[in-house]
């Protein structure tokens, strides 16, 4: 059964930065893409980044620049490092993680999701 488990989220704020982790289990397979996506009150949820299993990655325009996905594939380990944060970035941040290429953007797998608070 496939497991994702985030986690470093908090309060932190605006400027200030936050590294979210997502640790990866129950797969013998390899996923091919992975990704973070969030959730602010009464929001949509929204695609933040997404890495695919060749290193290519997607970022949302809102933060470009700011945040940077990465994944360590020995530990089984997704990452969002998340500098310059606003208080736009207020979510709670899922991760998500598929086999398939064609749902990347809408992954089967999802984690519980960590909240992301950013203040004045």
């Known amino acids: 059964q496939v497991h994702l488990v985030e986690s470093g989220g908090g309060s932190v704020q605006t400027g200030g930065s936050l590294t979210l982790a997502c640790a990866a289990s129950g797969s013998t397979y390899t996923y091919y893409c992975m990704g973070w996506f969030r959730q602010a009150p009464g929001k949509e949820r929204e695609g933040v980044a997404t890495?695919?299993?060749?290193?290519?990655?997607n970022y949302a325009d809102s933060v470009k620049g700011r945040f940077t996905i990465s994944q360590d594939n020995a530990k089984n380990t997704l990452y969002l490092q998340m500098n310059s944060l606003k208080a736009d970035d207020t979510a709670v941040y899922y991760c998500?993680?598929?086999?398939?290429?064609?749902?990347?953007?809408?992954?089967?797998?999802w984690g519980r999701g960590t909240q992301v608070t950013v203040s004045s």
């Open positions: 890495i695919d299993s060749f290193g290519t990655t």
């Open positions: 998500a993680a598929d086999f398939s290429p064609e749902r990347c953007l809408n992954p089967t797998y």
